[in-house]
């Protein structure tokens, strides 16, 4: 168990953070991580504690689970919470209520997952939705999005942008990552329309993103923090890279930036990586070089094996933080998502500040049928 970090550098971990409506007390993020507790979508009382007790737990800012937008497939699990409707938007005003009364400030993370393998035998009212109906490359297993599709797709990212500020969250998440909906619009293997939304270059494929920003910047205002998530790999091929190249990578994310985003947050399974031969720079610092703008970095934080490692039975153990706190001090990225340790332990962030490295706790699979 490798857990040996100079605990006197961990002030860089502490610097407040603020940026258009986030006023953070410190740069640790708790990572968006699905969780079905929700049954019918619904959030209840046992999800708002969850929550509660990350903030309690001393996280500068929570990143809720994926919450899928209005739009019958966006969804493959009945237990996925909502992000519309009267009871589920009901359920999350009693999170946000419990986090700010912690002390805490969140964001939702909204979704739309595209196409997708069924969860067990259970299957939305419509067939799944996607650019040109791939569920794997090469392999057919929804419906091409059409133009009304593609508008009322739009407009409900845009409605759960603006319930979101309404119902007094500090910013808001688009999930654009993983191989779900937005990032198989980025994905020429899944993406191959001949129309607006599709195209050869990875810049030409950004089009439904970028028209996704845009309906969510003029449902929130100037002022209202946008993230959002992206990855190179994907869960349905780990080893894809969008962006082969920087100037690839500021082709696709640069026009993100001009029409809304805040905060990049660059998913990689191990944050450590370099992006691109030539440079130490992972995914977050480039990000930032690039455009300018703040990102936060996550993948593997303080643990020994890396995320998609757990499903298929691979335990993590507590790792050191010395790697995070270098790159910290250089500026490469302004904030850290931190995923698995949060998820096991809501006290992980205090017994690192405070030392109790005796206390930190592995990961195993287990822990995603918990709601600690």
């Known amino acids: 168990m490798e857990t040996t970090t100079n605990y006197s550098r961990l002030d860089t971990l502490f610097r407040p ?5 986030l006023n953070l007390k410190n740069r640790i993020v708790m990572a968006p991580m699905t969780r079905s507790f929700s049954p019918n ?5 046992n999800v708002a504690d969850y ?8 996280a500068g800012l929570i990143l809720s689970e994926g919450t899928v937008i209005g739009r019958p497939a966006s969804s493959n699990d009945p237990n996925i919470p909502h992000f519309y ?10 999170v946000i209520n419990e986090v700010h009364a912690a002390g805490g400030a969140m964001a939702p993370q909204i979704w739309h997952m595209g196409i997708m393998a069924p969860q067990g035998s259970w299957l939305p009212s419509t067939p799944f939705e996607g650019p040109s109906g791939f569920v794997a490359e090469g392999v057919q297993g929804g419906v091409a999005m059409g133009e009304n599709a593609l508008t009322d797709t739009i407009a409900a990212f845009a409605s759960a942008a603006a319930d979101a500020k309404r119902l007094g969250f500090d910013a808001v998440e688009l999930h654009g990552a993983h191989g779900y909906l937005i990032d198989q619009f980025f994905w020429g293997a899944f993406n191959q329309r001949t129309d607006a939304f599709g195209g050869k270059t990875i810049a030409e494929r950004s089009h439904f993103a970028v028209e996704v920003i845009k309906a969510v910047r003029a449902a929130v205002g100037e002022d209202f923090a946008i993230i959002i998530r992206l990855s190179q790999w994907k869960q349905q091929n780990l080893s894809v890279k969008l962006a082969n190249t920087p100037d690839e990578m500021a082709a696709w994310l640069n026009p993100m930036a001009e029409v ?10 191990r944050f450590w990586e370099p992006e691109f031969e030539g440079s130490d720079l992972n995914f977050a610092g480039w990000a930032k070089k690039l455009t300018g703008k703040a990102t ?5 934080v303080g643990l020994s094996g890396e995320f998609m490692a757990a499903f298929a039975g691979e335990a993590s153990q507590p790792k050191s933080l010395e790697e995070l706190v270098n790159r910290m001090e250089k500026g490469e990225f302004d904030l850290i998502a931190v995923g698995r340790a949060l998820l096991a332990d809501p006290e992980w962030i205090k017994k690192v500040t405070q030392g109790r ?14 709601l600690v």
């Open 51 to 58: 929550y509660r007790r990350r903030a309690e737990g001393e």
């Open 296 to 300: 936060i970095s996550v993948g593997s």
């Open 41 to 45: 979508g619904i959030p209840g009382d």
């Open 357 to 370: 490295t005796n206390e930190l706790k592995g990961f195993t699979k287990e822990a995603l049928g918990t």
């Open 260 to 269: 809304g985003v805040d905060i990049f947050h660059c998913s990689q399974r």
């Open 85 to 94: 409707g009267e009871e589920s938007l009901a359920g999350w005003k009693k």
């Open 17 to 21: 953070f603020r940026l258009k409506s």
